[in-house]
T-cell receptor
Framework: GENVEQHPSTLSVQEGDSAVIKCTYSDSASNYFPWYKQELGKRPQLIIDIRSNVGEKKDQRIAVTLNKTAKHFSLHITETQPEDSAVYFCAASFSGGYNKLIFGAGTRLAVHP | DTAVSQTPKYLVTQMGNDKSIKCEQNLGHDTMYWYKQDSKKFLKIMFSYNNKELIINETVPNRFSPKSPDKAHLNLHINSLELGDSAVYFC?????????????FGPGTRLTVT
């Protein structure tokens, strides 16, 4: 079935440390993997995404890696700051070519000053 | 200049009532979506319309009926509301319906059924 598993469910780090969130997906045909950040009471916002023809993508302190063989992808945040505290969701596209996103259960990241 | 807007922001109603949530996007996108986020923050797609045509229809009770009068609007009507319908409902839009198109979310509508 269509499934995305996300770990850990909660993550607590000290300011300046790195944070890593991991996801696995079930459909080998998935070809698009976005990451969303949701602050308390706010809408989910795209922070980075990766397509299946790329193994790694970086945007300042944020990077995403994709291993298609193992069907898993990861979000890496370096030099964490208190404003990085939020819930992070991974997602994978399903249903052939359509933009049907199945989301992971989310990771609550807390960055302590 | 809000890209994706929803009304109302909060909706409190009793079991058995019928209610609607409205969504509008001014991005010129062809595709719109409805998501449900439950109390555990789990985010699940419900429907998607592309240029007024239904293209994604997940396993959702038929009490939920989306309607797209034009490609800038996607409304969600819910009949005979139940306690389990309490959640935050997010509308989203993307430029096209193909995998890889960034989805922009609205601010959400918090529905509470008592």
């Amino acid at each position: 079935g269509e499934n995305v598993e996300q770990h850990p469910s909660t993550l607590s780090v000290q300011e300046g440390d790195s944070a890593v969130i991991k996801c696995t997906y079930s459909d080998s045909a998935s070809n698009y993997f976005p990451w969303y950040k949701q602050e308390l009471g706010k809408r989910p916002q795209l922070i980075i995404d990766i397509r299946s023809n790329v193994g790694e993508k970086k945007d300042q302190r944020i990077a995403v890696t994709l291993n298609k063989t193992a069907k898993h992808f990861s979000l890496h945040i370096t030099e964490t700051q208190p404003e990085d505290s939020a819930v992070y969701f991974c997602a994978a596209s399903f249903s052939g070519g359509y933009n049907k996103l199945i989301f992971g259960a989310g990771t609550r990241l807390a960055v302590h000053p | 200049d809000t890209a994706v807007s929803q009304t109302p922001k909060y909706l409190v109603t009793q079991m058995g009532n019928d209610k609607s949530i409205k969504c509008e996007q001014n991005l010129g996108h062809d595709t719109m979506y409805w998501y449900k986020q439950d109390s555990k923050k789990f985010l699940k797609i419900m429907f998607s319309y592309n240029n007024k045509e239904l293209i994604i229809n997940e396993t959702v009770p038929n009490r939920f009926s989306p309607k797209s009068p034009d490609k800038a609007h996607l409304n969600l009507h819910i009949n005979s509301l139940e306690l389990g319908d309490s959640a935050v409902y997010f509308c989203a839009s993307s430029q096209d319906p193909l995998a890889g198109a960034e989805q922009y979310f609205g601010p959400g509508t918090r529905l509470t059924v008592t």
